[in-house]
Nanobody, 120 residues
Framework: QVQLVESGGGLAQPGGSLRLSCAASGFAFGSVAMAWARQQPGKMLEWVSGIYAGGGGTFYADSVKGRFTISRDNAKNMVYLQMNSLKPEDTGLYYC?????????????WGRGTQVTVSS
């Protein structure tokens, strides 16, 4: 059974940092791409970042480029999102997603999300 469990969300001040984690189980983690997406109030789901199965390739939304860093530890079945220089517009529910293949694209499983709130 595929499980994705996000953690690490919370309240941060503008300019601060948070590190999100996603614990994966129930599938061959090292064989598939993973991604983070966020749902903000009144907005469509936004793809924030993704990482190829081997970790050698990544992508970022323009809105987070230079501030967020995605990484993965295939030995621990974990994917991370380091978020620096946070802005109030980064507030949202952040989801971890499992791709169907080794490259980003089609996503078939989602976690329940972890809330990130950026406010002073």
């Amino acid at each position: 059974q595929v499980q994705l469990v996000e953690s690490g969300g919370g309240l941060a001040q503008p300019g601060g940092s948070l590190r999100l984690s996603c614990a994966a189980s129930g599938f061959a983690f090292g064989s598939v791409a993973m991604a983070w997406a966020r749902q903000q109030p009144g907005k469509m789901l936004e793809w924030v970042s993704g990482i190829y199965a081997g970790g050698g390739g990544t992508f970022y939304a323009d809105s987070v480029k230079g501030r967020f860093t995605i990484s993965r530890d295939n030995a621990k079945n974990m994917v991370y999102l380091q978020m620096n220089s946070l802005k109030p517009e980064d507030t949202g529910l952040y989801y971890c997603a499992k791709a169907a293949y080794s490259i980003p694209g089609e996503y078939e499983y989602w976690g329940r999300g972890t809330q990130v709130t950026v406010s002073s």
